[in-house]
């Protein structure tokens, strides 16, 4: 959990941060977004002692909430010695420093708050850059709006990271440093172009695991690479938002399967930052690239729909809406029953956790990515062992025989690799 620093640079407790949230809109979606950013704060050890919702269509421009509001939240803060205002849309720098005026205390907005969870997560260099490349952005346009509250909190939320010594340098130093992080970027970018290439170039399917954050992405890949013996391989499975900011991939071979390469990605929210969506593209577009897509689902939450709804919206938004899905509804050990319509797509209930009904997810995988697959011998010349080796890595061998003439090759092969190297193909064999 975050550490923060008062005035004084002592360490502050974690709940030492007092908030009050505050949020336009009506009905239930306004609603879900309330709790979902008070989710936000725990999960950044911010203690919500409050909460107002004003049933307006849109903010408004000077202030975001009306000013009639304004002054009750004011008086809310003061009653309550809140220390913090977290504001449930992304604010301009105006609406920051009138806000400031008005109420008092220290005001930030979803993004901020997203942004610091993400920067206390990110390990790898490359996730540290995309986070300060987003929190510069940010920063960037709202120079004036950070008031006199900032200067006193120093080094408090939202100015976590690498990004905190820039903050009080002026607008040239930080374009700066948005060109070097965007260079150094890139060249990570470059390496991970070359790597997606070969792994497309081997013809292996990937397979991107997709969804909500705590959803359940990691410990579903955990399980199946558990149930391959391969532990020691696993990746970072926590009950916390973003436990996940690099994807993973580890190639699966599926016993007995289709082999393919699973991809763990970073989970949503609803209204994630722009920004960060941006810096965090190049890592995603592992899952753009995605042969199918998994949506994980957390089955025991109460507002499930709406983090289906959510994960949904983004998923189209990366990926397009044209790669096959499954839905995966995980933790199914945490519910009582397991019925309902899931709008005749392809579901699997599954528990990561148990491993019950894994075999299904693994079934449903291995549909997808043979959609279109031939039982086949083939006889490859002994000079042709790119075609032997090509044909293991995207086919199901389940023979082997080496003949005078070359190598007998019998099992199940995706029917573009079929077409490929017909020349070689001995017979095709019917269901
Ligand atoms: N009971 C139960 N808990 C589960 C199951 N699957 C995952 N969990 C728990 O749910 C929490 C979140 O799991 P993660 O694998 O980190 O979820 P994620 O979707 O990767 O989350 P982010 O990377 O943070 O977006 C962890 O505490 C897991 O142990 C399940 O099938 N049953
Ligand atoms: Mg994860």
């Known amino acids: 959990m975050a550490t923060r620093f008062d005035e004084d ?6 709940d030492d941060y007092r908030a009050i949230l505050a949020g336009v809109g009506s009905g239930e979606a306004a609603e879900r977004s309330m709790d979902e950013l008070a989710g936000l704060a725990e999960a950044d050890g911010i203690q919500v002692i409050g909460q107002m919702l004003q049933p307006l269509e849109r903010p408004v421009p000077a202030t975001y909430i009306g000013s009639g509001k304004v002054r009750e939240l004011a008086e809310l803060c003061e009653a309550m010695e809140a220390d913090i205002c977290i504001f ?4 301009s720098g105006i609406q920051i420093r009138n806000l400031e005026e008005a109420l008092d205390v220290r005001v930030i907005d979803r ?64 374009a700066s440093r948005i060109d070097d992080i965007r260079k150094e970027l890139k060249k990570a970018e470059k390496t991970r172009q070359i790597q997606r290439a070969e792994r497309r170039r081997s013809g292996v399917p990937v397979v991107a695991l997709m969804g909500y954050t705590n959803a359940g992405k990691s410990a579903v890949m955990n399980r199946i690479l558990a149930e391959e013996d391969r532990a020691d391989q696993e990746v970072f499975s926590q009950d916390m938002l973003f436990a996940t900011l690099d994807p993973r991939h580890r190639k699966i071979s599926a016993a007995g399967g289709h082999p393919f390469i699973l991809i763990d990605t970073v989970g949503f929210v609803s209204k994630l930052p722009h920004h960060l969506v941006e810096a965090f593209k190049s890592t995603l577009e592992e899952a753009r690239d995605a042969d199918l897509l998994i949506h994980v689902v957390d089955t025991a939450r109460e507002d499930r729909a709406f983090q289906m709804e959510v994960a949904e919206e983004v998923m189209d938004e990366i990926c397009g809406t044209s790669a096959p899905r499954i839905l995966a509804y995980n933790k199914i050990d945490l519910v009582e029953e397991i019925p309902w319509d899931h709008g005749g797509r392809e579901a699997v209930f599954i528990s990561a956790k148990t491993g019950e009904n894994m075999d299904d997810l693994l079934e449903e995988i291995e549909k997808a990515i043979t959609g279109g697959s031939v039982d086949a011998v083939f006889l490859v010349p002994y000079d042709r062992g790119d075609v032997v080796s090509r ?3 995207t086919g199901q061998v389940e023979e082997m025989e080496y003949e005078d003439t070359g190598t007998i090759l019998r099992g199940r092969f995706p029917e573009e690799e079929f077409a490929r190297y017909r020349e070689f193909v001995m017979r095709k064999e019917e269901d």
Request: hydrophobic residues 30%; contains cysteine; proline residues 3%.
């Open 111 to 174: 993004t901020v708050l997203i942004l610091d969870i993400f920067a206390d997560r990110a390990t790898s260099r490359e996730g540290k850059l995309q986070v300060e490349l987003a929190q510069l952005r940010y920063r960037m346009p709202r120079l004036t709006g950070f008031g006199k509250k900032l200067s006193r909190l120093g080094g408090g939320i939202g100015t976590r990271g690498p990004g905190e010594k820039k903050l009080e340098t002026d607008r040239r130093h930080i």
């Open 88 to 91: 449930d849309d992304e604010l």
């Open 9 to 14: 640079n002592r360490i502050m407790r974690e």
């Open 391 to 393: 044909l293991c890595e």
